[in-house]
T-cell receptor
Framework: NAGVMQNPRHLVRRRGQEARLRCSPM?????VYWYRQLPEEGLKFMVY????????ESGMPKERFSAEFPKEGPSILRIQQVVRGDSAAYFC??????????FGPGTRLTVT | AQSVTQPDIHITVSEGASLELRCNYS??????LFWYVQSPGQGLQLLLK??????LVQGIKGFEAEFKRSQSSFNLRKPSVHWSDAAEYFC???????????FGTGTSLTVIP
């Protein structure tokens, strides 16, 4: 059983461009979580999704950030008009039951 | 408010020595507690978890943790550290039912020969 997959692993964007981060959960997992990690900090919750539904987006910035988990395909975290402060590692986690989370390797976003 | 505190930002131990990483939490409901390890440039790997029952839980790689409700703590221990244990360790608390996890800021472990 493959683990949580994230791609790309590294993403470089210029200020003002869009960043799309993809997360494929483990087989059989219907819960997906996105976290952001800034250098030398812990993980900060962003959003929790189930198939086709956003359950909790209390950690998402109100502007420029959006997330989806369609019926088919991976979950997508989208950042529009990126700024330097968006540079971070973004981690996706999936869960079969919402009681424990399995993390992907992360996408490291660099905004130049 | 829900939070996790890891008081030690960085710890250095000698290989073969014992290890204890501290974790204190604040959570309004019954906590589900976790320890994760992160190697440089990698994702987080689950070491162990506590949901209920025996307050001493065993994890992978020889780690264990003890839940102490009276102290709101969930400290991670290992009797004898190996050089490969050098990594960042994160404590997390969640409430189950899909609630978000709250992570501490991590403890960086260095192991010296």
């Amino acid at each position: 059983n493959a683990g949580v997959m994230q791609n790309p692993r590294h993403l470089v964007r210029r200020r003002g461009q869009e960043a799309r981060l993809r997360c494929s959960p483990m087989k059989g997992h219907s819960h997906v979580y996105w976290y952001r990690q800034l250098p030398e900090e812990g993980l900060k919750f962003m959003v929790y999704l189930q198939k086709e539904n956003i359950i909790d987006e209390s950690g998402m910035p109100k502007e420029r950030f959006s997330a989806e988990f369609p019926k088919e395909g991976p979950s997508i975290l989208r950042i529009q008009q990126v700024v330097r402060g968006d540079s971070a590692a973004y981690f996706c986690a999936s869960s079969p039951s919402a009681y424990e989370q399995y993390f992907g390797p992360g996408t490291r976003l660099t905004v130049t | 408010a829900q939070s996790v505190t890891q008081p030690d930002i960085h710890i250095t131990v000698s290989e073969g020595a014992s290890l204890e990483l501290r974790c204190n939490y604040s959570y309004g409901a019954t906590p589900y507690l976790f320890w994760y390890v992160q190697s440089p440039g990698q994702g987080l790997q689950l070491l162990l978890k506590y949901f209920s029952g025996d307050t001493l839980v065993q994890g992978i790689k020889g780690f264990e943790a003890e839940f102490k409700r009276s102290q709101s703590s969930f400290n991670l221990r290992k009797p004898s550290v190996h050089w490969s244990d050098a990594a960042e360790y994160f404590c997390a608390v969640g409430g189950g039912s899909g609630n978000q996890f709250y992570f501490g800021t991590g403890t960086s472990l260095t192991v010296i020969p």
